[in-house]
């Protein structure tokens, strides 16, 4: 399963989910390549939670309703609010500790 990458009208559907992380990349990023392998293993092994990815060059609006300033920012929202905020690059542990906090 690939990460969905999210425009601003699919992104409506996606926030509904009860759980849910989404990544906001830039391509021209290096942490943010990095960080993209992380988000695919952890989407393959964590079914309760939704994985998306903004990609904040196309998707500049959604970047700036969330106040994005840096990337890679992850967001994970819950029921559609957001409830937690990782900017940078984590190891997949650390990163798949936060998200559990969540569940």
Request: aromatic share 6%; charged share 35%; with cysteine.
């Amino acid at each position: 399963m690939t990460t969905e990458e999210l425009t601003k009208s699919s992104f409506e559907n996606f926030k509904k989910n009860k759980l849910a992380l989404v990544d906001f990349f830039a391509e021209w990023c290096m942490p943010c390549l990095m960080l993209a392998p992380v988000i695919e293993e952890l989407s393959e092994k964590m079914k309760k939670i939704k994985f998306g990815k903004v990609n904040i060059d196309e998707s500049q609006d959604l970047a700036e309703e969330f106040s994005v300033m840096s990337v890679p920012t992850l967001i994970i929202l819950k029921d559609g609010k957001e409830v937690d905020r990782i900017i940078g690059t984590l190891p997949a542990d650390v990163l798949e500790e936060k998200i559990k906090k969540h569940l």
